[in-house]
């Protein structure tokens, strides 16, 4: 066997968190000082024990991006009425436009609630309309009914 005094293990993966966020890449290369190994054997536990550790690394749940969200500035949109259009009172079901200026941290977490139904209390969030163009909030009391 020739004389091998370095011994380098790499391993990757691709993943998507959520279908609204980028594709992240992740690569973890370990490297083993084998210069006093004198058997194959001795070289096979060495790369096995770096593999199991990437493996290891790589097994790790990448958790979606969430941004942080204010409930009292998302209070503060100009919440409507479903039936008068009037403007809604705290804790009242409603609706607002998806592209109203101060609505898009809100979106972005819709869109990363499973079925795009994200549960703050005391609302339920999700979007409705033909092209999803608005924001519905209901009680979560109304949505267990």
Known sequence: MPKITKLTVGRGRTSRPSEQEEWVKEY?????DVTDLTTEDGLEKVRVSLEQK?????????TPQIP??????VEQL??????KKAPCHPGEPGWVFTNHEGAQELVKLI???PKEKLE??????TFSGREKQFISRKTMKETRK
């Open 28 to 32: 973890y290369e370990l490297e083993a």
């Open 54 to 62: 990437l493996i290891s690394w790589l097994s790790e749940l990448v």
């Open 68 to 73: 942080q969200l204010d409930m009292a500035k």
């Open 78 to 83: 100009p919440w409507k009425t479903y039936d």
């Open 111 to 113: 869109k990363a609630s």
């Open 120 to 125: 703050l209390p005391p609302y339920q969030f």
